[in-house]
């Protein structure tokens, strides 16, 4: 029971906190100035969450060619960078990262 009760209150917690944003934005115009701050959240986001598995495969940072995840998020980087296509960059980023585990490891 106590665990069921944790569950409800936590999403009651998230969606107020979530609405609240919502109810307080949204009647109201945004500064532009936040409006390009807020552009830049995603990425940063993501970079957080996969930047870290990139180089701390295990528990320290390893930028050695040894490190085949290290290595296929250049390739992918590099063709985000170039094309702008998240599908090719997820497609070369896997493909990279599975021949080279077959080839480092």
């Known amino acids: 029971m106590m665990l069921w009760l944790m569950i409800i209150c936590i999403g009651i917690i998230t969606y107020g906190m979530r609405l609240s944003f919502i109810m307080f934005f ?7 100035r936040l409006l390009h701050i807020l552009r830049f959240v995603p990425m940063a986001v993501l970079s957080a969450i ?3 598995q990139l180089v701390l495969p295990g528990s320290a940072i390893d930028l050695s060619l040894q490190n085949p995840r290290w290595i296929a998020g250049s390739f992918a980087a590099i063709v ?22 077959m080839f480092l490891r």
Request: hydrophobic share 55%; proline share 6%; aromatic share 6%.
């Open 80 to 101: 985000a960078w170039r094309t702008r296509n998240v599908l090719l960059t997820i497609a070369v980023g896997m493909v990279a990262l599975w021949i080279l585990q």
């Open 26 to 32: 949204g009647n109201r115009e945004m500064p532009s």
């Open 50 to 52: 996969i930047l870290p």
